[in-house]
């Protein structure tokens, strides 16, 4: 069974601050297919950038934050995004 958190729970309002603080930074953070891409809002020109693995390259990063090291790439042509 699957039990909704109240306002008043103390994880409910960590998350919250999570969420408020990833905003007024301007970042999304998204999981597609196990690669985890923080998009910039708030730069000049809208970028995404990619977090990997920073031994092989690989895209699967499965938790926030990282519990691996890492590197953070992109693509030098800046994305469209609302």
Same mark, same amino acid.
């Given at each position: 069974?699957?039990?909704?958190?109240?306002?008043?729970?103390p994880f409910q309002a960590r998350f919250e601050e999570l969420c408020a603080k990833a905003e007024e930074?301007?970042?999304?953070?998204?999981?597609y297919g196990g690669a985890l891409v923080v998009t910039d809002h708030l730069s000049e020109v809208k970028q995404r950038y990619n977090v990997l @693995? %920073?031994?092989? @390259?690989? %895209?699967?990063m499965d938790s926030f934050p990282p519990i691996t090291e890492y590197k953070i790439v992109y693509d030098k042509s800046p994305v469209q995004v609302e």
């Open positions: 069974m699957k039990y909704r958190l109240t306002s008043a729970h930074l301007g970042l999304d953070l998204m999981f @693995d %920073i031994e092989g @390259d690989s %895209i699967t």
